[in-house]
């Protein structure tokens, strides 16, 4: 069943629904965030001032920090709340800069289950005793999240390996979760029709997705076996090995990486890694996923990222994955290019190009307010420029000149401030974009070349090509016994 679908079960309609509305509301609403609300030119002065008026009833001190308090009541609301917190932090156009960096801080927070559950949990799924498979499983989890936690085993072969465990009921916890997210999200858009245009509804659709798919481990090894694919052939970048025959919805087993973080530069060192080539390999390793895939690592947070002892990076935790369109990947990869060159009327262009911008925006105003906030960022030193920020700011600018947010560009700008952020942890005077301005240059050119593209669809549609004579051969033989 589709996500949308699944999100508009009629749950909504029952008492427990308003009454978990009530009570998130009244806990939400203490955190003063609806005085934030009133101060966006979103909304209409009537809104604003039942808004204020909220804010008033609930949270009536005059300094308040609502970034501080929106991070510790969404922690506190549970697992759903968490990840929509994280999606809110790159949404400045909502909350606001400074509110968003808050929720940048927002960790999983969220007590293992016992080890003894976590080896029933894995008995039931296997269909198989654990001391038949494991020499060792370390029942104190390695890592634990939102969803899932891993503990350490040894197989019989001696080969070590993460066992990943979804916690027990998280899925029933989550969805409930993102049902009230969509409706609430339903009800601005039908309340207040100038939201509509924030895609709110559609934002909780590809949130609820990433993170549903994210409860099917099937799906995560899946995810990671593509990106393994996509890599194939790379000398410095590898996936870890899934063992399929140990995975199941609930349960997923993969080599374990021993190698180092990639951003524990003195280890790094002490084993006379190359920082620079680590840099310039992670640089490639990301434009190629984003720009020649279009499937991308959406979380890659340096404890992600690991250097072997053949100096290869590993990532590890494939559950948040993204995809963009061919049509996504030239738009973005126009818009760096124009950025960088500070060519702002043709980011105004290829926004309008895109329909993304109202029909009364004036492409000379839109022009002067990109230049006016891209300027500061890019007249730093090339180490301190930041295009994730650069794009977060643009993105502000959507309440102000109607220009329609693209959901599928949420995680990716998540992603590009993790690998900018994680860059300029390991080598402080390296800017990836300069790294990557010569790929996404010559990526450019060659998606445009007409022989390119006439190549790759050649290859795509090379069954149906084969077939061609036996078809023709068909027809003249049609040809032939009408004639007769």
Sequence with gaps: MLIKQRLQCPIWKTPYFFILSFCVFIK??????????????????KINLVFKFINYI??????????????????????????????????????????????QKLQDDIKPFPGSVAKKIFEHEIEWPIEKIFRNFNEIPIATASVAQVHLGTLENGNKVAVKLLKPNIEKLLFKDFMFFYWISRCFEFLIPKVKRLKLSKNVEVLSEISLNELDLTMEASAADELAENFKDHSKYRVPKIYWELTTKKVLVLEYIEGIKINDLSKLERD?????????????????????????????HPGNIFIDKKGMLVPIDFGIMGRLSNKDRQFLAQLLTYLLNKNYKKVVEIHSEANMLGKDVSHDHLAQAI?????????????QISLAKLLGQILGL????????????????????????????????????????????????????PFKTLEDWIHKNKILLLKIPEIIHKIDKLISNKVK
């Excluded at 609403?29 to 002065?45: N, Q, W, Y």
């Excluded at 230049?371 to 030193?381: D, F, G, V, Y």
């Excluded at 599928?408 to 974009?433: C, D, S, V, Y």
């Design 272 to 300: 006379n890694h190359n920082i620079n080539k680590i840099t310039e390999i992670g640089t490639e390793v990301f434009f190629l996923q984003v720009f020649r895939d279009g499937f991308f690592h959406g979380d890659m």
């Design 28 to 45: 939400i609403a203490r955190t003063g965030i609806f005085k934030k609300f009133s101060d966006t030119l979103i909304f209409s002065k």
């Design 58 to 103: 609930f949270c009536r001190r005059d300094k308040v920090n609502i970034g501080y308090n929106l991070l510790n009541c969404l922690i506190s609301l549970g697992p759903g709340y968490i990840k929509f917190g994280q999606a809110l932090s790159t949404r400045p156009d909502l909350l606001g800069q400074k509110t968003c960096e808050y929720l």
């Design 398 to 449: 959507s309440k102000e000149f109607n220009i329609e947010v693209q959901p599928q560009f949420t995680l990716l700008q998540k992603t590009m401030l993790m690998a900018e952020g994680t860059t300029r942890q390991i080598n402080p005077n390296i800017n990836m974009w300069e790294l990557s301005g010569p790929l996404i240059d010559k990526w450019i050119s060659e998606s445009h070349d």
């Design 371 to 383: 230049r006016a906030i891209s300027t500061p960022i890019l007249n730093k030193p090339i180490g």
